[in-house]
């Protein structure tokens, strides 16, 4: 079968047919047979594991749409807390909770970069911001100095006088909203191998580039050490990121090169933002196969 697959060899030196294959799994087992095929076959692979001190980063900041990226965080942080029957009164807090982290994402996005000789920003710095309102004011007020940013993020600004400033008449009640987010952060970059992937500012996969060139992914959430809340919340995050890119990729069914997605114990991932992998994904020609323990848990 890896002989139909080959195109040409010199040696060491094989090529392959271009199929990509992304699996999520949070045992390691399963990701080290995997990586074996890909050595013994001399295919390069991409590891992300927090037990892998080597391991590629995921830092969200990395992708170029601020709102895509506020998107990706706000719906990883829901999932970790959301529930399918919130009281009226809760979920209004809930869409004040995203609206908040979601500004203050985009505007870091916007002027960490501008402030720090171009690095990127990551989870720990927004974090941060929502633990210390005196730097959302601080950025803020740099923004108001950038007459197109100003301009292009008037709305944002002023949502963050109303709700962020020292004088602001809502900054208590804020404070008090979004302590639900900085907690799910705090808890999740708390195991320094989850911060070092989520937090990296110079190693992260390309998600575009993985799809294109039809790279091997292999994601290990390492349930047993992370628990059941930081391993949804890491694989949540993988999860998220790769449905930007493939929502957004160049060329038609024709020319785009097959992707094949295994999520292991998928339930654990099941929320509202995972819907698109069953609607849309064939359409860019990623095919999913998923395992659950039984039909309940769908």
């Known amino acids: 079968y890896m002989k139909k697959m080959i195109i040409a060899s010199l040696g060491n030196d094989i090529v392959y047919r271009n199929l990509g294959m992304t699996l999520i799994t949070p045992d390691y087992d399963s990701l080290s047979r995997i990586k074996n095929v890909c050595k013994n076959y001399h295919i390069k692979c991409n590891i992300v594991d927090p037990s892998d001190s080597n391991s590629i980063g995921l830092n969200p900041f990395v992708y170029d749409d601020p709102a895509k990226i506020a998107i990706t965080i706000s719906s990883v942080l829901k999932g970790m807390y959301a529930s399918n029957h919130l009281e009226k009164e809760e979920m209004y807090r809930e869409e004040f909770i995203i609206q908040a982290v979601e500004n203050v994402a985009i505007m870091l996005k916007e002027m960490y970069p501008k402030m720090n000789g171009g690095k990127i920003p990551n989870l720990e710095d927004l974090l941060k911001m929502l633990t210390n309102f005196e730097l959302v004011e601080k950025m803020c007020e740099i923004m108001r100095t950038d007459d197109v ?150």
């Open 149 to 298: 940013l100003a301009e292009k993020y008037s709305a944002q600004i002023r949502y963050f006088k109303k709700n962020f400033y020292s004088n602001s008449p809502a900054r208590q009640e804020t404070e008090k909203d979004i302590y639900i987010a900085v907690a799910q952060l705090d808890n999740l970059l708390r195991l320094p191998g989850v911060k070092s992937i989520l937090c990296n500012r110079n190693n992260n996969l390309d998600f575009d580039r993985a799809l294109k060139d039809g790279e091997i992914t292999l994601v290990c959430t390492r349930r047993g050490d992370l628990g059941r809340i930081t391993h949804k919340a890491f694989g949540l995050f993988f999860i998220l990121s790769m449905q930007n890119a493939v929502l957004r990729r160049e060329g038609n069914e024709s020319n785009r090169i097959p992707n094949f997605l295994y999520i292991d114990e998928f339930p654990d991932y099941i929320c509202k933002d995972t819907e698109a992998i069953f609607t849309l994904y064939r359409k860019y020609k990623v095919a999913t196969v998923i395992t659950a323990q039984n039909l309940s848990q769908l």
